[in-house]
């Protein structure tokens, strides 16, 4: 039983799994441990009293230096890890979209990202480019990656923050095209929207490594991670590169915000209805825009 006069120190662990092979390692050799439960975070970690603490940092240190490489398994998430699949309505919603672009091709000029006219003060370009496609293989491509990223997202940010993330991070891509081309072009797709997605996944096991202090953990799990299918599926000469690499950044940077937020409150009705709403809004306002520059 301990002292509850002495000083005591806590070291941070992994997962509760962790928490109970060290705890038997300090046990081992006697170094007095407990093992603490924060639940407000959902995270474990050893107390021992201060005295020992430089001494069980040694041992802990020396343990893993022995057993390097024989974990296969580490827990690092409690977020929910699953498939959802609402993505579909997105997929719908562009196909529909597709089916009124080629219809009516004056709908496709008017929210084809131009350059030369965003410049001029059509801002709407930047949104209204992502709900377009050039053909069936480009739709086909997007929907499927699309589907398949907007499946993995939902269960851990809700399909709120997964839509105003989507639509922003098209927007950014579009935005960075124009930013760093020295000359007029026009594209249009739903792929930036589509790489926003993928860094958003990229960064949910963002917060588990930077609470243990991974940091290299944490670039390679996750920077690293979604760059390489970025690279993989995103960075095709033949496509809008820029566009993928804007969108991709910007669902980075949203998914390290977002990514520190409990799933249990990002998919609450509440937060779910705000984030739809607004993006409904800036879907609606650019659309509206645009048709009405329709001569």
């Known amino acids: 039983m301990r002292d509850p006069q002495i000083a005591q120190a806590e070291i941070p662990v992994r997962s509760k799994r962790q928490a109970m092979d060290w705890s038997l390692v300090l046990a081992s050799q006697s170094i007095e441990v407990e093992i603490a439960h924060h639940p407000d975070h959902n995270l474990f970690t050893l107390v021992v009293d201060e005295k020992d603490q430089a001494r069980a940092r040694g041992v802990i240190e020396l343990y893993r230096k022995e057993n390097q490489g024989r974990t296969w398994l580490h827990e690092f998430s409690s977020e929910p890890f699953g498939f959802d699949p609402q993505g579909v309505w997105w997929c719908l919603l562009m196909v529909v979209c597709f089916v009124l672009q080629t219809d009516s091709r004056a709908i496709e000029a008017a929210g084809i990202m131009d350059s030369a006219r965003v410049t001029q003060g059509e801002w709407w370009r930047l949104v209204t480019a992502t709900f377009l496609h050039q053909d069936l293989g480009h739709l086909g491509s997007n929907l499927t990656f699309g589907f398949m990223f907007l499946g993995l997202a939902i269960p851990r940010y809700g399909g709120g923050v997964c839509a105003i993330v989507a639509i922003l991070a098209g927007a950014c891509g579009n935005y960075l095209g124009l ?27 963002w917060p588990g490594w930077v609470r243990q202090r991974e940091w290299l953990r944490a670039g390679l799990s996750s920077l690293g991670g979604g760059a390489a299918l970025l690279m993989l599926i995103g960075l095709d000469p033949r496509s809008d590169m820029l566009a993928h690499l804007g969108g991709f950044v910007a669902g980075c940077v949203a998914g390290s915000v977002f990514a520190w937020v409990p799933s249990k409150e990002l998919r609450k009705k509440t937060w779910s209805r705000l984030f739809l709403a607004l993006t409904l809004l800036a879907a609606t306002a650019s659309w509206t825009q645009a048709l009405l520059s329709i001569p």
């Open 179 to 205: 930013s760093l081309r020295s000359v007029d072009y026009k594209g249009l797709g739903a792929s930036g929207s589509v790489m926003g997605l993928l860094g958003l996944l990229a960064m949910q096991t």
